[in-house]
């Protein structure tokens, strides 16, 4: 009989622990900034990239289904900070502001500052002082305002798309962009020509977790520990390659 109440106890602890899962969802922010092999949106539905790739690997290996929520960039802290969504990715604590769980590093890249071929050489960042510079709207780049302070002059895109759309139309001579997505375009734009003539900073961008979050932390670091272990992560950035 003792058995028999414990076997029972056992298997509503199992249903009432799958039910907790049963509704809920993984919710990623989904910068509207980003452009491929970032992200693509289609209005405010992301459908395709690296992030998309991602967010939804996670979510799998939690068994969560994910929704994306689009938004722009200068939104994402607050939204993270008042719990609107769990999590976004391909962040730095450096580009955002609050106490958020931080997942291991995940996707290297680098932050390089690029030149129509016409224009001079840039041998350090003082060369810039006065220089209409191409960067995107609610992106922060501290060593270009440290270096520079009032001197830098920004010349805002709306999405890195654009920013490449402008320079390949010579509206700026330099500009501020990722190492992953100057890859990208430069090697579906036969016509965009770029120099690249100073990397400001590498960095292995994460993860950031809201701690209003209902889906444990914890969880979340194994899951992502499972996916960089048997080369899911990797896989992933090698689709846009």
């Known amino acids: 009989m003792a058995n028999g109440r414990k076997s029972w106890w056992l298997v509503f602890l199992m249903v009432g622990v799958s039910s907790l899962a049963w509704g809920q969802e993984l919710v990623f922010l989904a910068p509207k900034s980003q452009t491929m092999p970032l992200a ?16 939804e690997a996670i979510g799998a290996r939690l068994g969560l289904p994910v929704r994306f929520l689009a938004m722009p960039s200068k939104r994402l802290a607050k939204a993270l900070a008042d719990g ?33 071929p016409p224009a001079p050489q840039l041998r350090q960042l003082t060369d810039l ?12 780049y501290p060593l ?12 805002d895109a709306l999405d890195m798309g654009l920013l490449f759309a402008k320079q390949r139309l010579g509206r700026t001579r330099y500009a501020i962009v990722d190492q992953l997505s100057l890859s990208y375009h430069m090697k579906i734009d036969p016509k965009l ?3 690249s003539d100073l990397v400001l900073s590498r960095s292995v961008n ?33 689709r846009y390659r």
Request: a negative charge; charged letters at 30%; proline letters at 5%.
């Open 40 to 55: 693509d949106f289609q209005g405010d539905r992301l459908v395709d990239g690296i992030v998309k790739d991602l967010s």
């Open 206 to 238: 994460r993860c950031a977790f809201s701690r209003n979050s209902k889906v444990p932390i914890k969880s979340i670091e194994r899951a992502i520990d499972a996916l960089v272990a048997d080369g899911e992560v990797e896989r992933i950035l090698g």
């Open 193 to 195: 020509r770029l120099r």
């Open 129 to 140: 002082a006065e220089q209409p510079v191409g960067t995107v709207l609610g992106y922060r």
């Open 144 to 155: 270009i305002d440290a270096a520079l302070g009032e001197h830098f002059r920004r010349e």
């Open 84 to 116: 609107e969504a769990d999590g976004v990715c391909y962040v730095l604590p450096l580009w955002i502001d609050g106490n958020f769980h931080w997942s291991r590093p995940l996707i290297p890249t680098a932050e390089v500052i690029v030149a129509n």
